[in-house]
């Protein structure tokens, strides 16, 4: 079995490391490894479509290697430019994943567990609560099942902003990170790791060979507010979060974001943009303010579209960096958990604290 892989969970196609896939091969010729990882990350084919390998091979890895992800539903929305699914695991958990298509680029934005144990009230998928974590194979997958789905149009960015803490599951996550880049050939500064503020995790990842980017989930500025929007605040502190991020940008001298989904009249007030100007500005962090996706159940609306641009003037009046995410997706439940609420008809409700000890590390 994979070391990515946790115990009770079947082995599936892309956690399979090279050496995994010289076992598995048996005594078959080197050059069928070579053969079958090509075959794997570059043409980016299924067992049955590798025609280099004999027919014989072919059918015995079709039962050997088999896939983590099943279509469950597939949603395309903003004139076909994003196209997001539902995926269903080999165990019946649900995730995630939605395709981006940009005039000069194409995202793909991945989840790295089933559910999420952060418990932010705004967002879709920290009212589930937590299953499980994804693991290296299941991530990657999205990336190459996105790749098939994009043809010509090359996907260059990776984002681990879906559902799931990434740094809560952070073996497998680098696992999928390593593996992106490595195999499927994506530039560490294409990749993006997002975070509610697991400050271990970005001490731990500022250590890394591969200087990928850092998100941070900020929202609030303030230490009262951001407990109860983002609760793993109250055990990591925005003294301490901001520490941890100074030490990535001077490990791997790569820019800092912070995300900020605008909510009305909670965290998009002109003295709330004063203090995440002051908080941003001396770590030279990049602003992507998100307007906040529709969330049905959420009693409390994202920012009016003027109310964001005031924001962001303000921000910028007192010198911060500031880009307003284009919204994308929402005819199609593209905020974070919706399609996994929608099929498990699971009602999304209002805010409540949650422990998020049980997926958090030590």
Known sequence: MSSATPAGLPVTRYDHDRAALGRLLGDEPDYRIDQLWQGLYEDLAGPAEITTLPAVLRDRLVGELPAGLTEETRST??????????????????????????????TVCVSSQSGCAMGCGFCA????????????????????RAQREAGERRVSNVVFMGMGEPLANYERTWGAVERIHG???????????????????????AEEQLPVNLAVSLHAADDDLRDELVPVNRRWP????????????????????????????????????RRFAAYARPLGAHINLIPLNPTPGWPTRGSSPR????????????GANVTVRHTRGTEIDAACGQLRADRMDVPVEAPVRRQAAAALPD
């Open 125 to 144: 998928t920290g009212q589930m609560g937590f299953d499980r974590h994804l693991t290296t194979g299941e991530i990657v997958e999205q990336v190459v």
């Open 307 to 318: 109310r964001v641009a005031d924001f962001a003037d303000e921000l910028r009046a007192h």
């Open 183 to 205: 195999a499927l050939g994506l530039s560490a500064r294409h990749l993006t790791i997002s975070t509610v503020g697991l400050v271990p995790g970005i001490r731990r990842l």
């Open 77 to 106: 929305g903003d004139d076909g430019e994003t196209v997001k699914w539902l995926w269903r695991l080999t165990d019946g958990a649900l995730v995630e994943t939605v395709l981006m298509h940009y005039a000069e680029r194409s």
């Open 238 to 273: 925005l003294a301490e979060l901001a520490d941890a991020c100074r030490h990535h940008i001077r490990s791997t001298g790569r820019r800092l974001s912070f995300e900020w989904a605008l909510i009305h009249d909670t965290n998009d007030r002109p003295e709330d943009a």
